[in-house]
């Protein structure tokens, strides 16, 4: 069963919570992604019958090796695309965050891969080429009037 966009972004908090440690409490994750504890503890279970989690009442959550592996893999995802959103296009750091937030849910396996290896291109260049490319962050527009009718979307997310 693949995970959803809300578990994707469980898995990847337990992983930049834990750092070196060897878990997260539950009050800590439900602080940091803005939910109530009975929607975490909810979450969490899914997670744990899914092979992605354990976690013993009150106790600390831990990612298992296909937790980690899926986690890091999403934590990945998260960093190149606001990479690119940020150096590239030239979104502002909090601008890039929301949206990869919301864009790393989309990617294929794929388009990520091919995000990745855009990204170690554009850094592979020399100085002068690499500007080239980078040269559109500080040239493009703050703003959207280009399309107005878009809704805006999720403003502010989990990291906000």
């Given at each position: 069963?693949p995970?959803?966009a809300?578990?994707?972004d469980?898995?990847?908090m337990i992983?930049?919570?834990?750092?070196?440690?060897?878990?997260?409490r539950t009050?800590?994750l439900a602080?940091?992604?803005?939910c109530?504890l009975?929607t975490v503890?909810?979450?969490v279970?899914r997670?744990?019958e899914?092979?992605?989690?354990?976690h013993?009442?009150?106790?600390l959550?831990?990612l298992?090796?296909?937790?980690r592996g899926?986690?890091?893999?999403i934590?990945?995802?998260?960093?190149?695309t606001?990479d690119f959103?940020?150096r590239?296009?030239?979104?502002?750091?909090?601008?890039a965050?929301?949206?990869?937030?919301q864009?790393?849910?989309g990617?294929?396996p794929?388009?990520?891969?091919r995000?990745?290896?855009?990204?170690?291109?554009?850094?592979?260049l020399?100085?002068r080429r690499?500007?080239?490319?980078t040269?559109?962050?500080?040239?493009a527009?703050?703003?959207a009037d280009?399309?107005?009718?878009l809704?805006?979307g999720?403003t502010?997310g989990?990291?906000?």
């Amino acid at each position: 069963m693949p995970l959803t966009a809300i578990q994707e972004d469980y898995l990847e908090m337990i992983l930049r919570l834990s750092g070196d440690q060897s878990g997260v409490r539950t009050t800590d994750l439900a602080a940091r992604l803005g939910c109530r504890l009975p929607t975490v503890t909810r979450t969490v279970r899914r997670m744990v019958e899914a092979g992605y989690a354990a976690h013993q009442s009150r106790g600390l959550i831990r990612l298992t090796k296909r937790g980690r592996g899926a986690a890091e893999n999403i934590a990945h995802r998260h960093d190149d695309t606001l990479d690119f959103l940020s150096r590239i296009l030239g979104l502002s750091p909090e601008q890039a965050d929301v949206c990869a937030c919301q864009v790393e849910h989309g990617l294929s396996p794929l388009a990520a891969q091919r995000l990745h290896e855009f990204l170690e291109f554009v850094q592979s260049l020399d100085g002068r080429r690499r500007a080239v490319i980078t040269r559109f962050a500080r040239r493009a527009s703050a703003t959207a009037d280009d399309f107005p009718f878009l809704p805006t979307g999720k403003t502010i997310g989990w990291r906000g």
